[in-house]
């Protein structure tokens, strides 16, 4: 299956700092896809990307589908503690089998 | 909010022992898939299925695997000989018509 790079792997960050994150691919997407993972739960939707070049908000979540179909960002503004925990981006051809990242695992200091 | 179901939550077994995992789908959903996360890696996809018939596989996929769904409710993973690689998180995955894919909470599998 399609690899997908996403970084970075881990990050600490303060109460209130934004967040980045991005996913990188050799091979295109339809439809890129950011997930968040708390323990011990499955994979919940955040945010999903469907057109080339488009930007996404969902509250303090912005992502954006890169102009090449390789690649995505996610950004979170203003983090708070409950932002804690693995965000994982997808990528989807037209079949809807998903290909993850590895994740990047968030920690919020208070 | 409607919720993919998965029993049971822990599964322990001894290598070589068959094993089925189940799944309770949202109920008007048509596609129903399986995949797993090994401790600190990705999610990997396993088997999509749709129409009594698995629709795509991957290569971990292998005999050793198998999905069924036995009535109209559950969708079941059954892995007929457990090898100690295959300790995983499992997750059943289900959506409807173009919508979204629901994750269930997943059934932590140890073999030992």
């Known amino acids: 299956g399609q690899q997908l790079n996403q970084s970075p792997q881990s990050m600490f960050i303060q109460e209130g700092e934004d967040v980045s994150m991005n996913c990188t691919s050799s091979s295109i997407f339809n439809t890129w896809l950011w997930y968040k993972q708390d323990p011990g739960e499955g994979p919940v939707l955040l945010i999903a990307l469907y057109k080339a070049g488009e930007l996404t908000s969902n509250g303090r979540l912005t992502a954006q589908f890169g102009i090449t179909r390789k690649d995505s960002f996610l950004n979170i503004s203003a983090s708070i503690p409950s932002d804690v925990g693995i965000y994982f981006c997808a990528g989807q051809l037209n079949d809807y089998k998903l290909s993850f990242g590895a994740g990047t695992t968030v920690t919020v200091r208070a | ?112």
């Open chain 2, 1 to 112: 909010e409607p919720e993919v179901t998965q029993t049971p939550s822990h599964q322990v077994t001894q290598m070589g022992q068959e094993v089925i995992l189940r799944c309770v789908p949202i109920s008007n959903h048509l596609y129903f898939y399986w995949y797993r996360q090994i401790l600190g890696q990705k999610v990997e996809f396993l088997v999509s299925f749709y129409n009594n018939e698995i629709s795509e596989k991957s290569e971990i996929f292998d005999d050793q695997f198998s999905v069924e769904r036995p009535d109209g409710s559950n969708f079941t993973l059954k892995i007929r000989s457990t090898k100690l690689e295959d300790s995983a998180m499992y997750f059943c995955a289900s959506r409807g018509w173009g919508e979204k894919l629901f994750f269930g909470s997943g059934t932590q599998l140890s073999v030992l």
